[in-house]
């Protein structure tokens, strides 16, 4: 008890004492208006930016350019393959009968195509509580399969529903169906797309349906036999050229200690990919700019890194960590955003209660702006992932869940929906935070070994999610 309230006095010292660097980087956040300035010119002037595409490449030099600009020297480009590259083509879908009438349909990622026009009987299928196939698997061979995998409250992109979602997906391409429709779970006949638990290649073609047209077709085969027609023309590249992440980074006066400030800067191509994730970009770029430009000198290094490839299996940010393994027992913390432009409330630490009075101590000083909260929960969906995973201390900017969820991977994902001044807001708790880790004199916690690092992705639930990319672990 005695050492609770010694680190509850020592966090209200901190959050009480006056810090000249601290005021003048969350000035220059609110006033300078770069993160803003930069995502415009982002989804202005390139849009989507999917792995492996000209888009992609050319968002990372326009990131490598700005960095220079600001005076970053050192910026450069760290390259690494892609197993297979990937272009979606158009995507069309019709009832032929008992009626006539279109469907909304649209990819995913990394998703074969139909090899041309086909018609095909529908099938609705059943799912068992953990995700197997129920009733008579005769019926989905060669058939169209209309899955709905919600369950509970898991969405999209929460780690149950990748891993349900990959799951069935095997499953039905095991027993010969010609397509998997999966339900959107948006308003409005928006349709998703992901590639999550899909890549390098997906079993079978995986296309996401409008709710309202995925309830139709329910309603038709509710009064008989249904048929359809699909035609989805993807096409793969089994020699894709190299991706790359962006480095640059601000001296430490100990530079083998490294605090890494990280956000990937890949998308899905139907909308800009303001949101999810340049408006993480924007806030990392805009807190390198205003580190640099104070002439700040922390203890331990502040590595800025740009990932590509995070919506496909966080390749960027696995690449980055295979390409640095000799120095990741010196990374004091890697601080990562990914949860969109909505105020900030503070970091998750993804499981690593060890962690948290120490970040809650070091971090008192974001109680101002709100962003005082260090929670010691868990929750996987970026590349976070790789440096849990490495053991390494992750910090994942836990934001206001807003309007996010609605638009993520959808055609709205634009830029004039983002907040500037929640932007801003995460501009600066990024920049505080790295720079009062990096400039202290001790870390927040030690690198957990390879069997620390499976019992806690066990305790916290994460294990599968995490297995999708990595296969299986070790015991």
Known sequence: MLLVLHGIVLAQQAAAKPDPIRERIVGAALTRGGASAFLETLTDTIGGRVTGSPEAKATAELILKTLKDAGFEDAHFEEFPLAMGWRRGPATGWVVSPAKQPLLIGSYGWSPGTNGAVEVPLVALELTADGKLAGDAAKLRGAAVLVDLQSGNSLSFAANYVVRRSMV??????????????????????????AAGIYPKAPLPMLSVAKEDSLLLRRLLAKGDVRIKLDVQNSFDPHPPKERNVVAEIAGTNPDEVVLLGAHFDSWEPAQGANDNGSGVAAVLEAAR??????????????????????????????????????????????I?????????????????????????????????????????ADLSSD??????????????????????????????????????????????????????????ETLGRRFTPQEVNALLKRTGQLEYVELDYGKREP
């Open 169 to 194: 997906a095997a499953q039905l391409a095991a027993a010969g169906a010609t397509a998997m429709l999966i339900q959107s779970e948006k308003e409005d006949r928006m349709l998703y797309t992901s």
């Open 290 to 335: 205003i580190l640099k430009s104070l002439g700040v000198k922390p203890k331990a290094t502040i590595r800025f890194v740009f990932f590509s490839g995070e919506e496909q299996a966080c390749l960027g940010s696995r690449a980055y960590a295979e390409a640095h393994k000799e120095q990741l027992d010196h990374h004091r913390a890697a601080l």
């Open 337 to 377: 955003m990914d949860g969109g432009a909505q105020m900030p409330l503070g970091f998750l630490l993804q499981g690593r209660s060890d962690l948290e009075a120490r970040t809650k101590q070091l971090l008192a000083g974001l109680e101002p702006l709100g962003a005082g909260g260090v929670l010691a929960g």
């Open 384 to 441: 976070d992932e790789t440096f849990v995973v490495a053991g390494v201390p992750a910090l994942s900017l836990d934001v206001v869940a807003g309007d996010y969820d609605s638009r993520h991977h959808t055609i709205i994902d634009t830029f004039e929906r983002i907040d500037p001044v929640a932007m801003a807001m995460d501009t600066a708790v990024l920049a505080v935070a790295s720079y009062s880790i990096a400039n202290a004199d």
